[in-house]
């Protein structure tokens, strides 16, 4: 989990800074060293709390870097990007990042059976490293504040609409509570596995892992 949140905390960072904003950068957060992306209670209380409850369900967050759209200079065909756009390429990057490097462990994992490697210790960590990074990307995709789907969805939607998500992001308490009637009432997990489902189906059919 903490590798799979340094990663994905930062390339949020490297994208702002592609995109012109070096504000994460100044803060320290353009680092894979993952001290710089813990964030006490998500990255290291909360998960530890998941696995002595024994729950069948496990997350858990980063701090959130700092990205100030206002600073974006990136141009597209001669034209500045906007600050909508920018939010959303940033937002993307996190989830797109848990994506390749699942992809990345389902491949090692792949080459380690390959080569004939009995180490149960790697295959599990490689196994495991794959599905956090599946699960944390389509979690992350949750049209929720301050999820990033949120900031990707908001960008398609008017302006009235994205109000709802503005207050939704200075008041976390109510996502959370949203967060946490949508996994009490089984919606997260109906939207979650079919798509889980759909990454297994095209890992087994890249790799051959038999993992359906």
Do not use: C
């Not at 001290?35 to 530890?48: E, K, N, Q, S, Y």
């Not at 870097?65 to 909508?84: D, E, H, I, Y």
């Amino acid at each position: 989990m903490l590798l799979s949140l340094t990663v994905h905390e930062y390339w949020h960072a490297r994208s702002a800074m592609w995109l012109g904003d070096d504000t994460a950068y100044m803060h320290g957060r353009l680092t894979l060293n993952p001290v710089a992306h813990i964030d006490l209670f998500g990255t290291i209380l909360l998960p530890i709390l998941f696995l002595w409850s024994n729950s069948n369900f496990f997350f858990g967050w980063a701090k959130p870097v700092p990205v100030n759209p206002v600073r974006f200079t990136r141009r597209f065909n001669g034209r500045r990007v906007t600050m909508t756009t920018g939010m959303m390429i940033t937002a993307a990057a996190g989830p797109l990042s848990n994506l390749g490097f699942g992809f990345l462990a389902a491949g090692a994992l792949k080459l380690a059976l390959e080569l004939g490697i009995d180490s149960e210790a790697t295959l599990v960590i490689l196994a495991r490293l794959m599905l956090v990074n599946y699960g944390l990307a389509i979690f992350n995709l949750v049209p929720l504040p301050p999820l990033d789907g949120s900031k990707v969805l908001a960008g398609f939607l008017p302006r009235r609409v994205q109000g709802w998500f503005d207050y939704l992001e200075v008041n976390t308490f109510v996502s959370f509570i949203l967060l946490i009637a949508l996994l009490k009432t089984g919606v997260l997990g109906a939207v979650m596995s079919p798509v889980m489902t759909f990454l297994f189906t095209v890992t087994d059919t890249i790799f051959s892992l038999n993992l359906m």
